[in-house]
Nanobody
Framework: QVQLVEFGGGLVQDGGSLRLSCVASTRTFSHYAMAWFRQAPGKEREFVAAITWSGRSTFYADSVKGRFTISRDNAKNTVYLQMNSLKLEDTAVYYC?????????????????WGQGTQVTVSS
């Protein structure tokens, strides 16, 4: 079973940057598509970004395009989310998810393993 642990959340000012990391404990990390979702208080978990097993293709929510970048290092079993130009509305708990890479990256129900989440708070 894949276990996921996120790192890198914190408090940042409006317009600032953070980089999240998610480390997976599996010998077959390169078999998995990886994604970041986020959940704000009182809201459903929403898609942020995803990356295919090879890293060749990435997908983004419209709200983060041009500001966030997802990447992965299969040698380190790690996926990253570089977040720039952060806005107040980016405040949420960010979750890393994994799934065998069979396509379909946007739906939360496609992912069967999740990390514990890391809080990102953007302040004015």
């Amino acid at each position: 079973q894949v276990q996921l642990v996120e790192f890198g959340g914190g408090l940042v000012q409006d317009g600032g940057s953070l980089r999240l990391s998610c480390v997976a404990s599996t010998r077959t990390f390169s078999h998995y598509a990886m994604a970041w979702f986020r959940q704000a208080p009182g809201k459903e978990r929403e898609f942020v970004a995803a990356i295919t097993w090879s890293g060749r293709s990435t997908f983004y929510a419209d709200s983060v395009k041009g500001r966030f970048t997802i990447s992965r290092d299969n040698a380190k079993n790690t996926v990253y989310l570089q977040m720039n130009s952060l806005k107040l509305e980016d405040t949420a708990v960010y979750y890393c998810g994994s799934k065998l890479d069979t396509g379909r990256y946007y739906n939360v129900d496609e992912y069967d393993r999740w990390g514990q989440g890391t809080q990102v708070t953007v302040s004015s």
